[in-house]
Structures are given as C-alpha cells and as structure tokens.
C-alpha cells in the first residue's frame, strides 16, 4: 500500500507493507552515503538491515529515551556526518521511534542547510503518525521540542513486521494517536479499533491513520490552523504528563486519559471502551484541582483562555475557546473514584 504527501515544496511516499524492510533499496536512493540514526533499545538487525542496501552506510546508535532529545545529542550526529565528509548529495535515515525520528530529521535539515532524510519507523506510535508531517525537533531546558523545524522526509517506510518486537505497553500508547486520528476524522476507522484485534489489522490502521494526518498536512503545512486538530487529547495530556514526572505514564497513555473529558458522553463512552480494550487507561490518580493548575502552565493558554478541540459525534471535531474553571468539572471524569458527568 502505497500513500503520498503532496505539498507545495514536493511530494514523498509512504509506503506500508510488511516485510518492506528488506527492499528499502528499491524505494530509497541508497547509492550515497547513508547515516542511519537509531538508538539502542531498537533491535539492531534493523539498522543492520537497512545498512545491507546502501553503498555507504554509516550507523550512529544514540542512547533511548526522551533524554537523548536534546541537543547534545543532535550535536554529535551532526559532527558524525562531518567526520564522514558527508556532503548535500548523502542522506540521513532514521530508524527507530519518535524520538530517533525528530532528532535525524533536525540533523538533516540542518546539516549543510538540509540534506535528504529518510524515515523508517519502528514504533506504533511513529508508525501511525510521528515518521510523516515533517515535524522535527529536540528538547530544550525541560521543554518538549522547543528547537526544532519543519523538513518533510524524502521518504517513509513502514513495515508493520518490526513492531513484533515493541514491548506490549509501547504498542498500547502508540495506538493511543490511532484512536485519536479515528476520534476526530475517521469513524470507520474507530469502528475498526472497536471490533478488531490490531495485530491482525495492522495494514489497515496505519493506512487509515496515515491517510488522514497527510490530508490535514496538505492543507495545514505548517500547523497554522487545521493541524491543531492532531493535538486532539494533548492539552490535557501534556498536564497529565507533567504531574506524572518522568517516571509515570507514557506519552500515548496520557493522550487517551486527555481525550476522555474533551468528547460528548455518548462518544466517552465508546471512547471508554476501545481504549480499555486497547489496555490503555481511562483513570488516573491526579487530582482534577492539580491537573488543572498543570493546563494553565500549558503553551496553548492565550489571556486565561485555552483552545481545545472537542468531539460530540465521531469523526468531527469543533475547536473552543473556554475558560479554565470551566475544564474543572470535565476533569473529574478521568480522577479516579471521581464523578462520571
Ligand atoms: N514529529 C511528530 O510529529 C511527533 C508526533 C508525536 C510524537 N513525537 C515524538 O515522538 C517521541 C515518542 O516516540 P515513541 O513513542 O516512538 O518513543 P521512542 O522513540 O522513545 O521509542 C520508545 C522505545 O521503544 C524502543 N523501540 C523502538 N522501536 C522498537 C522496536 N521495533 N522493538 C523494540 N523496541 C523498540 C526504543 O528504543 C524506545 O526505548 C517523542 O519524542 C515525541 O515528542 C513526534
């Protein structure tokens, strides 16, 4: 299966299928030097195997985790590149979740003022939704992805194949963005969610997944409007992110518990359904008083006010403008042991 992004600066593939690890030479232009970024909680056969069909190959494995992030880290893939005379012709590859993923992609639009980069995902959640929009970025001062750019990849490819590997937990958060994307725009999509085991369906979520976020992204390049709409469940997510501390929830996990209060009860209750399911939560242990003092802190309050998007019908989304106190009482449906509206 075969997808495509068009915008104004050119168009790229995604292609989805299993086993497509193997034949990446045969859709990436691999006969240049290739830094493949990975880290080292990806099993490395599939570095390994991606570096079997390039002419040049060059591994850098970076440490997992959001706190390799961070701009010593890019530093080091960018003096890599150096040191391998890399010039604008080469290209970066990542593979490897989200994280790897907005870190090359930061290293190759700033390499040379920006060389080819290509992404193989390697999670669920870089799968269904991180490896394509273009969005790169590095952590700074605390801050998630406060350095970063806009920079499509040349290329993406996703082989589902890989995902046997991901621990259960990993692949739950990651289908956390699938629900979201199904939530707000596809309901055929969440119907699917509903009544399948995703391991058997892996082609036709990622595709469906896929095929909305590259629709937002021709129209909304740059997330000046309509993009917002994959934000969906983070605003509150992020506050619970916050509470939680590093050692807490996963990021996924805490899009599922912000999706709940944002939705109609009719939808929650679906919601509700698929996400426990999905073994993801639907209650968690911070206080709706706490965690409404962590939305305040969030970047999207604008004069005591915050956006959030809603969903009082599957697949369509309103965008609010709402005062904070008003979020107290929807903030209760997630509390544990607190009041179901
Ligand atoms: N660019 C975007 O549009 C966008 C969107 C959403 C999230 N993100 C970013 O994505 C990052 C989170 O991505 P993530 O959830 O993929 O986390 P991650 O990249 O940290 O990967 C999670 C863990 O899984 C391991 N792993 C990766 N592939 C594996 C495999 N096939 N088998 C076994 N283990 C494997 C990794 O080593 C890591 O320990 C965050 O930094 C977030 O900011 C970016």
Known sequence: MKLSLSLPGGSYDILIERGALSRAGAVFSLCRRVMI????????????????????????????????????????????????????????????????????GLAASLYMRGIDFYNVPTTVLAQVDSSVGGKTAVDLGGMKNVVGSFYQPRGVLIDPDVLTSLPPRQVSAGLAEAVKIALTCDPGLFALLESQAPEAHWEEIL??????????????????????????????????????????????????????????????????????????????????????RAVLHDKKMRGGIVTVTTVREIGRWEMQEIAPQELLPLLGVIAEGGEQL
């Open 37 to 104: 970024v990975t880290d080292n909680g990806v099993p490395p056969q599939y570095a390994q195997t991606l570096a079997a069909q390039c002419k040049a190959p060059y591994i850098v494995t970076v440490p997992q985790g959001e706190k390799s992030k961070n701009l010593a880290t890019l530093e080091t893939v960018l003096h890599r590149l150096l040191d391998a005379g890399f010039d604008r012709g080469d290209c970066v590859a990542a593979v490897g979740g989200g994280m790897v993923g907005d870190l090359a």
């Open 207 to 292: 595709s469906g997944a896929l095929r909305c976020k590259a629709a937002v992204v021709e129209q909304d390049e740059k997330e000046q409007g309509l993009r917002r709409i994959l934000n969906f469940g983070h605003t509150i997510g992020h506050a619970i992110e916050s509470c939680e501390g590093l050692q807490g929830l996963l990021h996924g996990e805490c899009v599922a518990l912000g999706m709940l209060p944002m939705c109609s009860e009719p939808v929650r209750r679906r919601l509700q359904a698929v996400l426990t399911k999905l073994s993801l939560p639907v209650r968690c242990r911070i206080r709706p008083d706490d965690l409404l």
